[in-house]
């Protein structure tokens, strides 16, 4: 005995580890939406007023009241909260191995079902959020072990226990109450005898009043959703869904990774063998008769959204899982190994875009200087989630130096550096106002992207360093350098240029370094060097540009320690003719440099 169960045991705890190993590694790639910030927004202050918040909503308390004392112990980090998330999950998965394995009579059929779980993109979505849904899957399936453990045993404290679970559902989330339904469905077509029949009414009354206390609450929240919105007598009008063919269809593509016909298969071949199985009714009653169950009062009540719904895919890995029982045994494991290999390759084009905040806000924090100013074009001021975003992942100096209005920004006068962020580039309002920014600072770098749905864009804009140019040879313009990076092998730094007219000729611009004495260390002469990209000839300088030439001195071996001249010169390159300056000097001084 202690051989065929201890290595499917530690096979299937190697499996649970290697898929919380996934969970944590996929939360740096994974970024808050809205609905996640409502939940910092809802627990937020004390436990009474994280209460209040909850009687506003659609949701009972027991998860919100679990996230707020998780913060008060860990700290409200995104990092953590998807943490707890993920140890719930962890647990989750750790049930449906009991689940497989109970119920079809051997481990592999749990550890199927963990996998296949692990590979979906419905569950995995869910699995790492900071919403209610990772604590409604381990309830759902701790619920649904309770209850055929009571179905096996026939026991009044079993009864008791799948009683508890009840009141557990309700007090995670509403809509697992469709759970229940399900529940109830499958103990009456088993017909059961008088004595369970007792158990079970017990069972529901004990769950009911131990929900109880919570009722009027729900009846205050329903009262609410039916006074600000008509989506119906329960739903709330912008989060709900319409049954429809097409709804129907994107839930099946989502829970089977858009493998819907290789599960489909699967899972009729299941039915074909397994049908008169108690256990496989339950398991299909769970994965098809939830949603359709769902559809159906969704007609009704509005009460259909697909992320209320997630526990269903636990239904569906079991029902999978336990369908290859239909293949010969030697072909079983080559043909999971196939399917499973197959969802994990579709897992990541199914996983939802978010707008990646927290990436682009660090990218920005560590590219900013102190008094740079951040330009939120369309964005609310009172905008909670994007409050939320920037007090956690934008530095101190650029949450001090935030705007939201144009005119506001414009009045603060000569700012040299703006960051504009918006989510909209394409609206035509945007694109004005970036290029009225733009008319005095170049853009000169940026982070983030437009091309998709999870749209945020950060762009640097950047004026020269200098207020008025100083001009060689009454042709080319200076406004001054940056100096970004300076050591003993090496000195980066950024020339600013701009024209008046097109310059006549192809001057060589020249950046010396020269010591105490006067003799050159080191040099980069030639044409701009144009943001590092293009060699762009001075002959071809646009009037009213901001040309940005990039440089580097590379500085010779064992450069002696001392202070040194950095002097810039524009010349004739065929015979060394220097253009002069308004003071007549030939070379401009731009900076001392210590080394």
Not at 64 to 77: E, K, T, V, Y
Request: glycine letters at 6%.
């Amino acid at each position: 005995m202690r051989s065929k169960i201890y290595p499917a045991w530690w096979g299937a705890v190697g499996i649970l580890f290697l898929l919380f190993v996934a969970m944590i590694v996929s939360i740096p790639y994974t970024f808050m939406h809205p609905d996640e910030g409502l939940s910092y927004q809802f627990t937020a202050g004390d436990f009474s007023r994280t209460m209040r918040m909850v009687k506003t909503d659609v949701h009972p308390p027991l998860w919100f009241a679990s996230f707020w004392g998780w913060q008060q112990i860990f700290g409200d980090f995104e990092y953590v909260a998807r943490i707890q998330a993920i140890f719930l999950s962890v647990v989750t998965l750790s049930l449906v191995y009991q689940l497989g394995r109970r119920w079809f009579d051997a481990a592999r059929y749990g550890v199927y079902a963990m996998i296949l779980l692990g590979a979906n993109a419905f569950f995995f979505t869910h699995a790492t959020e900071i919403r209610p849904y990772p604590l409604v899957m381990l309830s759902a399936a701790w619920s649904m072990l309770l209850f055929q453990r009571w179905l096996i045993r026939q026991t009044w404290s079993t009864a008791i226990g799948y009683g508890l679970s009840c009141a557990l559902l309700m007090y995670v989330h509403y809509f697992l109450s469709f759970l229940i339904v399900v529940q109830v469905v499958y103990f009456v077509i088993r017909r059961p005898h008088r004595q369970l029949i007792k158990q079970g009414v017990f069972a529901g009354l004990l769950g009911f009043v131990l929900w109880l206390p919570w009722l009027p609450v729900l009846i205050a929240q329903v009262e609410h959703l039916r006074a600000i919105n008509s989506g119906g007598p329960l739903g709330v009008q912008s989060t709900t869904h319409a049954t429809t063919l097409r709804e129907i269809e994107r839930l099946l593509r989502f829970t089977t990774n858009d493998l819907l016909w290789l599960y489909m298969m699967l899972l009729v071949a299941g039915a074909i063998v397994l049908w008169r199985k108690s256990n496989y009714q339950l398991v299909l009653l769970w994965a098809i008769g939830v949603p359709g169950l769902a559809f159906v009062a969704n007609l009704f009540l509005a009460v259909y959204t697909q992320r209320y719904f997630v526990y269903l895919t636990i239904g569906i890995a079991l029902a999978i899982s336990a369908a290859f029982v239909a293949l010969p045994r030697r072909l079983q494991t080559i043909a999971f190994v196939a399917v499973a290999l197959l969802s994990f390759v579709a897992l990541p084009a199914q996983l939802p875009e978010r707008t990646p905040y927290r990436e682009v806000f660090q990218q920005m924090s560590a590219a900013a200087h102190p008094d740079d100013i951040v330009f939120f074009d369309h964005f609310r001021r009172r905008d909670d989630f994007l409050r939320w975003q920037y007090r956690h992942y934008l530095s101190a100096d650029l949450q001090n130096n935030i705007v939201f209005d144009l005119d506001e920004l414009l009045a603060l006068g000569n700012v040299r550096r703006i960051w504009h962020v918006t989510n909209n580039a394409r609206k035509s309002s945007v694109r004005n106002h970036f290029r009225a920014i733009e008319s005095t600072r170049p853009l000169v770098g940026g982070f983030g992207d437009c091309r998709s749905s999870a749209c945020l864009l950060a762009r640097l804009l950047e004026g020269p360093p200098l207020r008025e140019q100083v001009v060689f040879g009454d042709e080319v313009g200076y406004l001054g350098t940056d100096i970004d990076w300076i050591d003993t092998t090496r000195i980066d730094m950024r020339l600013w240029w701009r024209v008046d007219r097109q310059p006549t000729f192809d001057y060589s611009i020249g950046v010396h370094l020269l010591d105490e004495n006067g003799r050159l260390i080191a040099q980069n002469d030639g044409a701009v060097h144009y943001f590092n990209v293009d060699m762009l000839p001075v002959s071809q300088l646009v009037p009213e540009q901001f040309y940005i030439d990039y440089r580097t001195l590379e500085l010779p071996e064992n450069v002696a320690p001392g202070r040194y001249e950095l002097r810039l010169i524009v010349y004739q390159w065929w015979d060394g003719t220097r253009l002069l300056l308004p003071d007549g000097s030939d070379s401009l001084l731009v900076t001392q440099i210590d080394l």
